[in-house]
T-cell receptor, first 111, second 113 residues
Framework: GENVEQHPSTLSVQEGDSAVIKCTYS??????FPWYKQELGKGPQLIID?????GEKKDQRIAVTLNKTAKHFSLHITETQPEDSAVYFC??????????FGTGTRLTIIP | KAGVTQTPRYLIKTRGQQVTLSCSPI?????VSWYQQTPGQGLQFLFE???????NKGNFPGRFSGRQFSNSRSEMNVSTLELGDSALYLC????????????FGQGTRLTVV
C-alpha cells in the first residue's frame, strides 16, 4: 500500500520568513496530493491540493510543488504569520482509494 | 453551506462498553470516510462508505464497524472498548467518486477509562 513520509516533524520560523514542509510517497500511481492544517481542538482543514497532471499550484501565500519522478511534493508558506502556527499534514491518494497521511509537521511562527 | 457535523464532540466510556459516533456530511456529499487520530499513530484510515456501501476498509479489528444511511449520514460503532481506543475520531466527506477533495469535521474525542 501507499506510504507517505513527512519532514520535518517540527519547524520554527520567524514571522515573515518562509516555511517549507516536504513529503515523499511510495506508490507511483498516486495522483492526488492534498495538504491539511489542523489547529488545536479542530479537525484538519484542507488548505491546498494538487493533482498529478500539474507541477505547481499557488493560492496567495501558499504553494505546493510536485515532482512525480522523484515522488515528492512540498508545501511552501511565504510571509508567515502567527495564525499559520498549526500542525500540517500531507496526504496521497490514487483514484477513489483511501487517503494516506504523513505523520504531521508542527509549525510554530515566532513573533 | 454547513460543514461536516460530528456528534457528540466528547465521550467518556468504560472498558468493555460500546459506543456509536455520528457524522453528517456536507449536503450533497455521498462519500464518508472515518479516521482515528492518536498522538502516536497519526491519522489512521478506518473505512469509507459511498452510497450506503463500504468501499474501502483499513486495518482495524472487527470491533470497529460502520454504516451509511440513504441520506448519506454515517455512524461508526466500536464494541468492547479498550483503553487503546481512546482517540480523536474524525470523519471526512467528499462529493462522489470523481471528486477527491475531502472535508473533515471537528471530530469526536473518545476517552476510555
Amino acid at each position: 500500500g501507499e506510504n507517505v513520509e513527512q519532514h520535518p516533524s517540527t519547524l520554527s520560523v520567524q514571522e515573515g520568513d518562509s516555511a517549507v514542509i516536504k513529503c515523499t510517497y511510495s506508490d507511483s500511481a498516486s495522483n492526488y496530493f492534498p495538504w491539511y492544517k489542523q489547529e488545536l481542538g479542530k479537525g484538519p482543514q484542507l488548505i491546498i491540493d494538487i493533482r498529478s497532471n500539474v507541477g505547481e499550484k499557488k493560492d496567495q501565500r501558499i504553494a505546493v510543488t510536485l515532482n512525480k519522478t522523484a515522488k515528492h511534493f512540498s508545501l511552501h508558506i511565504t510571509e508567515t504569520q502567527p495564525e499559520d502556527s498549526a500542525v500540517y499534514f500531507c496526504a496521497a491518494r490514487f483514484g477513489n482509494e483511501k487517503l494516506t497521511f504523513g505523520t504531521g509537521t508542527r509549525l510554530t511562527i515566532i513573533p | 453551506k454547513a460543514g461536516v457535523t460530528q456528534t457528540p464532540r466528547y465521550l467518556i466510556k468504560t472498558r468493555g462498553q460500546q459506543v456509536t459516533l455520528s457524522c453528517s456530511p456536507i449536503s450533497g456529499h455521498r462519500s464518508v470516510s472515518w479516521y482515528q487520530q492518536t498522538p502516536g499513530q497519526g491519522l489512521q484510515f478506518l473505512f469509507e462508505y459511498f452510497s450506503e456501501t463500504q468501499r474501502n476498509k483499513g486495518n482495524f479489528p472487527g470491533r470497529f464497524s460502520g454504516r451509511q444511511f440513504s441520506n448519506s449520514r454515517s455512524e461508526m460503532n466500536v464494541s468492547t472498548l479498550e483503553l487503546g481506543d481512546s482517540a480523536l475520531y474524525l470523519c471526512a466527506s467528499s462529493l462522489d467518486s470523481l471528486y477527491t477533495e475531502a472535508f473533515f469535521g471537528q471530530g469526536t474525542r473518545l476517552t476510555v477509562v
